[in-house]
């Protein structure tokens, strides 16, 4: 069975400070994990992905996002948070056996100026 | 929103009425999907297909269907059997199942 996690409803950061936002996944085997980020009333937009290999991964608009196998967490980060961030993030997790993605309910950041 | 396309934005249904909203897609991807948000629920699988005339169930595939005639389109019908349909519907796609989905803008279908 897979899981995923998003703890946080809603985040609230400073303009300039670095944000946060966690992810916590269960899965059988070996994870593919996603982050996605979404507008209002908008489609997602794919921002990073980890298959395998390095643990740090980078995507698009400055976020990356760490993989800790021992934590089973997946946290998207970004050192220093714009207005234009705020937005509704999803992470995503697959296992190697399956197909499909599982989505978490999503957290909503606001980044205040 | 890439090379998916999705129309209307907004869909209005009455009771009792079927209505089918379009999903296209010109990226060569085999793989297409729904998906049903929700707000604080995330995106729930619908429907998805693997390849041209085929398709599988998702989680809450109860009350739509969907057709897979050609390998650029995967229209979703809302049917008369699903009680609350009132949703945003994302479309999404993948170069093969597993591979990166990206996504269209959604659909927001309302019941007068």
């Known amino acids: 069975a897979q899981s995923v996690a998003q703890p946080e409803d809603q985040v609230n950061v400073a303009e300039g400070n670095p944000l946060t936002v966690k992810c916590t996944y269960s899965?059988?085997?070996?994870?593919?994990l996603f982050w996605y980020v979404q507008y209002p009333n908008r489609g997602l937009q794919f921002l990073l992905k980890y298959i395998t290999g390095d643990n740090l991964v980078k995507g698009s608009y400055g976020f990356e996002a760490e993989f800790n196998k021992s934590q089973t967490s997946f946290h998207l980060k970004k050192p220093s948070a714009l207005v234009s961030d705020s937005a509704l993030y999803f992470c995503?997790?697959?296992?190697?056996?399956?197909?499909?993605?599982?989505f978490g309910t999503g957290t909503r950041l606001t980044v205040i100026p | 929103d890439g090379g998916i396309t999705q129309s209307p934005k907004y869909l209005f249904r009455k009771e009792g009425q079927n209505v089918t909203l379009s999903c296209e897609q010109n990226l060569n991807h085999d793989a297409m999907y729904w998906y049903r948000q929700d707000p604080g629920q995330g995106l729930r699988l619908i429907y998805y297909s693997q390849i041209v005339n085929d398709f599988q169930k998702g989680d809450i595939a109860e009350g739509y269907s969907v057709s897979r005639e050609k390998k650029e389109s995967f229209p979703l019908t809302v049917t008369s059997a699903q009680k609350n349909p009132t949703a945003f519907y994302l479309c999404?796609?993948?170069?093969?199942?597993?591979?990166?989905?990206?996504f269209g803008p959604g659909t927001r279908l309302l019941v007068l």
């Open positions: 999404a796609s993948s170069m093969t199942r597993g591979e990166t989905q990206y």
């Open positions: 995503a997790v697959r296992s190697t056996g399956a197909n499909n993605l599982f």
């Open positions: 899965v059988s085997g070996n994870p593919y």
